[in-house]
């Protein structure tokens, strides 16, 4: 595994931390915990902070009875069943996203598949799968997209992508991903505009039909 | 219970031990129910943490009653999976705010928020005392810092952490002091490395 490179801003990681972050987004930055150390690290320092607030905090009396309702609580429920688990590339946050099933590609044409995992008013989050050597079309974005590698890489002209790193894109940027020729490139990837299917798969497509 | 005499006195500055080389009380009181099952220990936690945890939870716009149930989701959250608490990596205070959010994004989004994978400790591993004991370090250092702030600073802190702020307006935490100290945080990075590198291996 190369070095992860590309990270989490501070902005993005307290958001995340303190429950702020879309949900398309948080699984972006779940899944890059997942595999980096130190945005882990950074992540658990923010919620010491979280730990110092809630101590500092004015308590506010619970009623009478909760305890023993809490007592009672413990005898009656079991433990949650255990979550859905990372497999193969995909951490899991990713398989909890697709329900613990392999992903259902769709092809988008020249190549590339996506999943839509999720999308609502907020975000939405999906996998992208692109041939080795090829482009992901040229795309605009209506705010933010965050990008994280689960396999292969991709270079754009903000720099190469690897397994691990996270690209954060705004407005400004108009990218334009090329996989890397090692193999295929797997990547997660979430946006605030929301997505209109009919309108955006034609999008894709179009500039596929001239390459 | 007997909960007043086992609080220490220093409880109103947030349960810092005058002796650095032990956790919290909290803390210690986790390990105990994780690895006795001690229902006294787990009291002591509710008391300590409830009144708190419905505090922030009103902050957070629940009502007082909707408070209390979320308070008990969490706490029966903290009993079942205590196993998964990790010294090395977080204190009970810290632990207890994840599970805290984490519920409340749930009860928001209706659906659980993700998580990123477990670190499990490797099997047999013993405690690590100067890694417990550097955490330990590391929190105060952040809970003196925090002690520092301005009420206003304190205030957008508190804003974020228990309510709902918009994501364009976390920056403005970016610009408080405490962002050296947290940022010199490791907690136990090289020991993260090693667990995570046993995870990656096929």
């Known amino acids: 595994m190369t070095e992860i490179t590309h990270h989490i801003s501070d902005h993005l990681l307290d958001a995340y931390v303190t429950g702020n972050l879309p949900h398309a987004f948080s699984v972006v930055v779940a899944a890059h915990l997942s595999l980096c150390d130190a945005c882990r690290a950074r992540a658990e320092a923010a919620e010491i902070l979280g730990g110092a607030l809630l101590d500092r905090v004015a308590p506010s009396a619970m009623s009478s009875g909760a305890k023993e309702r809490l007592l009672a609580a413990l005898e009656d429920t ?115 505009a929301p997505l209109r299917f009919r309108a955006m798969i034609p999008r894709l497509l179009q500039p596929l039909f001239r390459i | 219970m007997h909960h007043g005499d086992a609080r220490p006195a220093s409880e109103e500055n947030g349960f810092l031990s005058n002796d650095k080389t032990s956790p919290t009380q909290p803390t210690l009181w986790l390990l105990a129910v994780r690895d006795r099952r001690d229902r006294t220990a787990f009291l002591q936690l509710f008391d300590h943490f409830g009144p708190r945890l419905k505090a922030m939870l009103i902050r957070g716009g629940l009502r007082d009653g ?6 008990q989701d969490v706490m029966l959250t903290v009993w079942h999976k205590a ?27 209706r659906k659980p928020p993700p998580e990123p994978d477990p670190l499990a400790e490797p099997e047999g591993s013993e405690p690590d005392a100067p890694q417990i004991l550097a955490l330990g370090q590391e929190a105060s250092m952040l809970r003196r810092a925090l002690e520092a702030l301005s009420p206003d600073q304190a205030k957008v802190l508190e804003q974020a952490y228990f309510e709902d702020l918009p994501h364009s307006r976390i920056s403005e935490m970016t610009g408080l002091p405490l962002g050296t100290i947290k940022s010199r945080i490791r907690l136990g990075l090289e020991r993260l490395r090693r667990d995570l590198k046993d995870l990656r291996q096929p």
């Open chain 2, 66 to 71: 909707s408070a209390e149930d979320v308070v």
């Open chain 1, 78 to 192: 079991s433990p949650p069943s255990a979550p859905i688990a990372r497999s193969g590339i995909f951490p899991a946050p990713v398989m909890q996203a697709l329900g613990g099933q392999p992903p259902k590609w769709r092809m988008l044409g020249g190549g590339i598949r996506q999943q839509i995992l999720s999308a609502d008013r907020e975000g939405s989050l999906r996998l992208l799968y692109i041939p080795a050597g090829r482009a992901v079309p040229e795309h605009s974005h209506g705010g933010l997209e965050l990008t994280l590698v689960l396999q292969g890489s991709f270079s754009d002209s903000e720099g190469r992508f690897g397994v691990g790193d996270v690209e954060t894109a705004g407005d400004e940027i108009d990218h334009q991903p090329m996989a890397g020729m090692e193999g295929p490139c797997i990547c997660l990837a979430a946006t605030d």
């Open chain 2, 83 to 109: 196993a998964q608490f990790d010294a090395h990596r977080a204190e009970a205070s810290a632990w207890i705010y994840r599970i805290a959010r984490n519920r409340r994004i749930d009860l928001a989004r």
